[in-house]
């Protein structure tokens, strides 16, 4: 890889995609590819725990079985599929949006991501000698009697994971600090960047603590220690409280990069500035620091007192703020805009539809006495999925459509796309709504056999569930012909104003063939440029551009 | 701003309004409710659901007639007006959702204080409280540890007050599939719960095995079962009738079959079921119940019917569990 031909427009033989290449484009599509590919076993394994809850009875799989899906399911659409996809994001995007040709340090990048397939074969083996069957939470002292080595293999693939997300962090943080070119100062950064600074935080300050949890929860299960084991004197919430102070702001590492990539997608393909652009990049940072110190609203029926509840409730609530802060700006970049309904856009406006579900949930569920009622239930199923299906893998989406042209030089196939979206959307309501009804009926979580009485509704959830899986073929079916067939998409198609569209498509080896200058903020649409001097740049810019979707 | 446009948007905000008060009130989202405090937690989510329903329709609106007014005509290729903030739209809309998250914060601490969730609940009652005050400091740290006679209780539900009958209690145990009943007063063990109406009930609660959760979704209160750990619930029935229990925290596999039912009875029809029980335990024809001369699994066989445990889940109990039986015995 070291002959870089500069003027083939960054063209990779597809056998670097299957080396410790260090250049940030290739690691981030070798995240992407791989996080795909987690993401189909995690929705066939979601399908089978759907088809078994389509009748009352566990008669699709045993009860073992199901609970071993679910715990797999979850563990796998968390840790192996939207974390990593965030990282891919991030990895191919920052340095190109900061002009940068790489990211600070590139081996360091390469090692992360090598770990994800070594963490998801572990996690995926586990099959062979009993998958880990105490869902993705893994409570002691479930966790230490229910299989061995399936729940050792868990967390050693969580341990691997974790940490290659801390030297992810790490680099993200270093890049976007270190290697901006020198006149964009923090505050003409795009947006996506602000998100993973907040991201980075958090993944800094509490990955850690999951670690030593995992590590304790090992000895225990290992070595028979009883830091958490009940028998032996140990404290089971003791681990509730480590697990969550991770896996809450857990939640904001899978949805802050995808609020980036929001604020990137809307601008452009609505021709309008992002409205107020300190309001976004600070509430991130405000969800980040609040996202640290709600943790026990996952444990209002635990084993906390009551006083404690009431301060999670209070900082819990508080997170709608920032959140509803981000909402509104949003709304109001589309409002007056020049939409250009294609796939990107439609999947950002289904994610704000979707999301907004999931946050008016969420408020229900930081008040103590609801959340008490409906903790573990599809309640909480039905919320949680609104946030990260409906929160993050459409925005995944609009993100993927976005940049395809970028990342391929080609235009993706738009009906098949438009297709993917309807799909998506329709089968995802459909699948999730019902949920939250069934859950406040009295339905709980994580059972493979239910009361008769809720089977209309789960079939109703089930056929959405297949709906949703056929949603993936016409994404596929979009992304190939666009390949094929699409046609040459030029350096900037949507005409934006980020740096990373200054560059060929695919861009150069070395990102960029000079540096590139910053030559309008990242949102400046609509500005008059003929009354301005100087700005004759961007006019030459925009109609260079060879052909608008 | 030109006077349609505002007619419009008063018009809109009126029937936004009214909707979402309608829909607060009747969206049939919740189950019956069977205790006044499960009222109180049902005004809250409808207070919440009003909320909710006036934001989603705000927002979902203003998403749709930006599909529909502000897409691009063909061939466009100007850009929309650069508008790149609005301080004081800004404040305000930072303004709502800030008194929206502390009215809801304030009624929710009231409705859980009402509750009972912020009472110190003393198990066994105030005598209790008093011996510990009185004891010594060595004895009352080692009451603490135990966790058994902890001051403040996890869980939620009103201590009694001066005057106030004492509750009835009732001794929970939350096993590898099944809730096992004992009542310290009369011995009566039992498979299913069966309480008065009108009088203060309070389960103290502890798990044999792995951490259960008690959910009476008809009462809206649930709490988590731990092994090691007592927790209560407490609460009064107002409404007669037989309401399910569940198990809400996973537990392992038969984890969906471990429920039974609580029947919420007058008083006359509960002491007619107490004397029944007790003729049952004393009476010789009927199998000897003495929950302590029995394994755990023979002792969960007489009661399977009852609780519709599936017949393998007996099978599926293959370590003794901690302390169910000295947890059974009255
Ligand atoms: C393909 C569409 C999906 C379907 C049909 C689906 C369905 C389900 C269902 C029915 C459950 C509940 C299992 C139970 O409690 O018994 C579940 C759990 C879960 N899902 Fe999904 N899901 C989908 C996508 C996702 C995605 C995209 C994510 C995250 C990015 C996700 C994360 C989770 C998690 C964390 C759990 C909890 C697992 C546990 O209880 O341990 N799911 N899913
Ligand atoms: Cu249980
Ligand atoms: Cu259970």
Redesign the interface.
Known sequence: MSDATIHHGGDRKWTDYFTFCTDHKVIGIQYLVTSFLFYFVGGALAEVVRTELATPDPDFVSPEVYNQLFTMHGTIMIFLWIVPAGAAFANYLIPLMIGADDMAFPRLNAVAFWMQPVGGILLISSFFVGAPQAGWTSYPPLSLISGKWGEELWILCLLILGTASILGAINFVTTIFKMRIPDMDIHSMPLFCWAMLATSALILLSTPVLAAALILLSFDLMAGTAFFNPTGGGDPIVYQHLFWFYSHPAVYIMVLPFFGVISEVLPVHSRKPIFGYRAIAYSGLAISFLGLIVWAHHMFTSGTPGWLRMFFMATTMLVAVPTGIKIFSWCATLWGGKLQLNAALLFAIGFLSSFLMGGLTGVMLAAAPFDIHVHDTYFVVGHFHYVLFGGSVFALFSGVYHWYPKVTGKMYDEIWGKIHFVMTFVGFNMTFLPMHYLGMQGMNRRIALYDPQYQGINQICTWGSYILALSTLPFLVSMALGLIKGKVAGRNPWRALTLEWQTTSPPEIENFEEMPVLWAGPYEYGIDTESEDGDEDIEDMLTEVANVG | MNIPSSITTLIAGIAITLVSLWYGQNHG???VAASADAN??DD??NL??TI?TG??LL??G??VI??IR????KG???????????IP??IV??A???V??FI??IY??E??NN?G???PMVSGGSQMAMHHHGGHKIDNMVAMGDTNNSQ?A?G?GKSPGVGDDEPLKVNVNGLQYAWIFTYPETGIVSGDLHIPKDRRVLLNMQAA???H?F?L?EF?????V????E?QLSFVANREGTY?V????????????MKTTMTVESPEAYDQWVQERTVAMTGGESVALNPSELSDTDFLQSYAEDMGIIENTLQQIP?AP?NMMSALKP
């Open positions: 989202l919740l189950p109180d937690v809250l989510f919440m659901m909710a934001l989603f927002i979902e203003v998403l930006c599909l502000f897409r691009r005509k466009d290729m100007t850009d929309g007006p650069s508008i790149e903030g609005n739209l800004e809309w930072t709502i959702p800030t929206i998250v809801l914060a929710s601490f409705i859980y509750m969730g912020l009472d403040v996890i939620i095995d792995v951490i959760a959910w979704p809206r209160i649930k709490q988590d731990m092994p090691g750990q927790s399910p569940i198990c809400a925290e996973l537990c392992g596999s038969y984890h969906g079959g370590h901690m």
